[in-house]
């Protein structure tokens, strides 16, 4: 291996891959090209550590971690290995030697965005502290040839892109089709007794290649290297020519397409379901390919599955991966010859389920029919499973409603959460609200039966990404005022901060931070949007994707009562305000594309508007994605984690504005909970009813017409969708869905809502009070570090051993 801890070594070794990989030199590379060469030489450090950590786990007996995700939303590498491998410095030097702006290389590496939201980036979070906490993991989910839609705004609408990110993003994956596993589909059921012992045979059925392509993940500050697995989906049947002779061309090229749709794109709803087929195909896909992957390995070192849940844990997020369960019953019953009660007493101690929505339109529920035919053995052990749960449940409760309520499968739908509740070790949700919600609400029965099996595991973020790479100014005052980078490693040192709370120069410079972080993200807008931000603004920042639950129209409702003043008294004295926004919605989602359309309009309106000039100042930022999200979390000051009460699991973009300063207005709502416990009233902006109040209120019967007939300012903001913009478009449609349903309650918490933005204004008048409120944000975000959310998974969930930091 080459060295490349010197920046004439690290020169040397990207011009040797450029010329083996291709053939030019330094001069002659393009930017892509140069991004692709630093890769490979990163990924040979790593790769020989990959190989170690293997090695040791192997020899040592470990316990292994298997984490199982339709997403992982990684964002771009090439940086954040350099740093993890402790060897940044030498490649940005390098590259600028080489005649590159490092800058520019590391943009040039596209996203991989194998993920729409929260619950992808957790998992990439997670990944890092993983190796970071030196616990033997893998990842796995399915190498899709494009992630998430890349979002245009074209006359104010969103327009979707398809993201082909593998022609440079490529160069993190390793194939390895010596790997490879077969997954069946559909075919017939033959069964016979042999030996007193029941076979099943699937006759007919159709086959497809699991291909891996894997991705080392390097942990901070220590040489283990885990692995994301990515199946590629590829057919086994090379193109038949002898059905071209018969005329059957078409249909030989019909099936190799068919097979290899199955990871071509990834699904862009976010907590919402489609049920389309192809996303049960490539739930089977992935799950089957990776729990036949570890038996296999389990079966190589140990000889015996007996002892399967003694070394393995699967970890599912979300209900996605939840196949896990009747495909590790198939294996052990049909491949390794056990029993039901023998498989079932390794599946149940195998598997932990981890709930990331509480929304009912998202909890996956599938027609029985396309499971039967689809996947006829998984079938008959998930009726088998439902059966004698139905039996227990039965038992306990002797109460027809229950039963029927706790079903898993009822009314021709299977309910993969009730699978998951009934199947696994460990049901955990990720904030302390959201699990009591599981516990007392949605799986409340349940845990009557089995309290012990439910967990709560606040969520966290890789604060080495999230604060250290991305806020290299932030980062360096940290180090300074901490005394050293203990903080890495161990982030509650980040209270050392507190110390400096009254102290005016530390503060300054802490503004100072912030005020240069803005600059760089209004050049980032200009060149993005052509609008000029006005940097002496208080920088007010929705970035999230666009659900109603999320409540990006109560942002714009407030918006436009300002607006509103504006035009009352064009000499009204007011702090410059810019409100900014970044979401995708899913394609199918017509009210969350009217609100983007809605967002635009307004921006249009008031950006051009002489009376908002240098007060006001609306901008949609096209195409929010993690690396948007790395220039944007810095430059914020205000925070919105506005969701009603109840429905947000925990949030995890709270976490990063908190960690880089910005204030939050918000509900007390998800990880806002924990927020609020650490930070008090004084350092936060809440408003809105709570959730036990939205659910009394939901009760009661809520009508939206009487708040808008008794509040003059609502009632002329909701009047205002209706007549439209300057654009001549009207949003009846929406202010009428407010008026008659108002699901999500915007109205109900509108004039709390802009009184804590009142709050918010006059708080940013004192910058020194301000500052010491940013300063004591820093200092108490410790607590949502990854770090501390993977160490408890593997002390309360897991039971594996790590790495102590401290
Ligand atoms: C089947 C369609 C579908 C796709 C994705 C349903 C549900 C999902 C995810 C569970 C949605 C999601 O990302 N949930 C978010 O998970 C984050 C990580 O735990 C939480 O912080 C967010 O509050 C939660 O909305």
């Known amino acids: 291996m080459t060295s490349i801890h010197s ?31 630093s890769a490979l030489v990163l990924r040979e450090i790593m790769a020989d550590r990959e190989i170690a950590t293997k090695h040791e786990t192997r020899a040592k007996k470990a ?62 979070c997670y990944l890092d502290s993983l190796s970071t906490l030196e616990i033997p993991a893998t990842g796995y989910s399915i190498c899709y040839e494009m992630g998430i839609f890349r979002q245009r705004i074209v006359d104010g609408q969103q327009v979707e892109l398809p993201d082909e990110w593998k022609e440079l993003g490529s160069a993190w994956l390793l194939p390895k089709p010596q790997e490879a596993e077969h997954v069946y589909f559909g075919g017939t059921l033959r069964k016979f007794w042999d030996n007193d012992r029941l076979h099943v045979v699937n006759e007919g059925a159709s086959e497809v290649l699991a291909v891996p392509c894997d991705m080392e993940i390097a942990g901070y500050d220590t040489d283990h290297v885990n692995t994301l697995r990515l199946w590629d989906a590829k057919s086994t049947t090379p193109m038949d020519m002898s059905l071209f002779s018969q005329g059957e061309y078409l249909r030989a090229m019909e099936q190799h397409a068919m097979v290899e749709t199955i990871a071509k794109v990834l699904y862009p709803e976010d907590n919402h379901i489609e049920g389309k087929s192809l ?70 101690q195998s598997v932990a389920y981890t709930n990331h929505t509480v929304l009912a339109e998202a909890l996956e529920r599938w027609p029985q029919e396309l499971i039967e035919t689809l996947l006829p053995r998984v079938w008959e052990i998930i009726v088998e499973i439902a059966r004698r749960y139905q039996d227990e449940v039965d038992a306990y409760y002797q109460d027809p ?11 021709g739908q299977v309910r993969m959460a009730n699978l998951c509740v009934a199947a696994c070790r460990t049901i955990n949700g990720v904030s302390a609200l959201h699990s009591d919600i599981l516990r007392n609400d949605l799986f409340r029965y349940q845990c009557a039966m089995t309290p012990e099996k439910f967990q709560n595991v606040t969520n966290g973020i890789d604060h080495r990404r999230w604060l250290s790479e991305i806020n290299p100014g932030l ?54 949007t052509g609008i000029v931000l006005d940097t002496g603004a208080v920088f007010d920042v929705q970035a999230k994707r666009l659900h109603e639950y999320k409540r990006q129209l109560l942002n714009v409702l ?78 914020s000051e205000v925070s919105q984690q506005i969701s009603l009460a109840g429905k947000e699991a925990s949030g995890t973009g709270n976490m ?68 439209g ?41 004192d910058a020194k009070a301000w500052n010491r409120m940013s300063l004591l944000n820093i200092a108490r975000s410790g607590i949502f570090a990854a770090d501390r959310a993977v160490a408890q998974y593997a002390d309360n969930i897991w039971h594996v051993p790590h790495r102590k930091l401290s």
Not at 576 to 585: I, S
Not at 729 to 752: C, G, I, K, T
């Open 7 to 37: 920046v004439e070594k690290m020169k040397k070794a990207i011009c040797d891959k450029l010329k083996l990989n291709f053939g030019c030199t330094a001069d002659e590379a393009t930017e892509g090209q140069m991004m692709r060469a």
């Open 63 to 124: 316990r292994q971690v298997h984490y199982l995700s339709m997403e992982f939303l990684m964002g771009r590498s090439l940086k954040k290995n350099a740093w993890n491998l402790g060897v940044g410095e030498y490649l940005s030097k390098a590259i600028e030697e080489l005649g590159f702006h490092a800058s520019d290389v590391f943009e040039a590496e596209p996203d991989a965005a194998l993920g729409n939201g929260g619950l992808g980036r957790l998992a990439a």
């Open 279 to 348: 996303r049960l195909k490539q739930q089977y896909f992935f799950v089957s390919a990776t729990v036949q992957s570890v038996v296999r390995k389990h079966i190589e070192t140990y000889g015996t599955v007996m002892n399967f849940h003694e070394k393995n844990v699967f970890q599912i997020n979300d209900t996605h991966p939840a196949l896990v369960i009747p495909e590790l019953m198939r294996i052990l019953m049909d491949d390794a010859g056990l029993d039901w009660d023998e498989a079932w007493g390794i599946t149940r």
């Open 401 to 411: 409603a229950k039963t029927a309520e706790m079903a898993i499968v009822w009314d």
């Open 475 to 528: 980062d360096a005052l940290i180090v300074e005022l901490t005394k050293g980078k203990k903080y890495l490693l161990y982030p509650q040192d980040l209270k050392k901060l507190e110390k400096y709370a009254d102290d005016a120069a530390v503060l300054e410079r802490l503004g100072d931070v912030k005020r240069k972080n803005k600059e760089r993200l209004a050049k980032y807008v200009k060149r993005d």
């Open 558 to 635: 407030h918006i436009i009562s300002l607006y509103h003043a504006l035009q009352d008294d064009p000499n009204m004295a007011m702090q410059p305000h810019a409100f900014l926004f970044g979401a995708k919605a899913a394609p199918g989602y017509a009210v969350a594309k009217r609100i983007i359309r809605l967002i635009n309009s307004l921006a249009d309106q008031v950006n051009n508007d002489p009376v908002c000039r240098d007060k006001l100042q609306v901008a949609f930022l096209e195409n929010y994605r993690v690396s948007m999200a790395e220039t944007l979390m810095p430059a």
């Open 656 to 723: 990063k504005f908190m960690m880089n300063g910005a204030l939050t207005i918000g509900t007390l709502d998800g990880a806002n909970v924990e927020m609020h416990e650490v930070l008090g009233d004084e350092n936060m902006f809440l408003f809105g009813m709570h959730a036990d109040e939205v659910a009394r209120k939901k009760a009661e019967g809520y009508m939206p017409q009487m708040v808008y007939m008794h509040d003059e300012k609502l009632h002329r903001v909701v009047d205002q969708l209706k007549y």
């Open 725 to 765: 913009f300057r654009d001549g478009v009207s949003y009846e449609d929406l202010a009428q869905r407010l008026l008659m349903n108002d699901e999500y309650m915007l109205l109900e918490d509108f004039e709390s809502y802009c009184e804590a933005e009142a709050r918010v204004v006059a708080t940013y008048a």
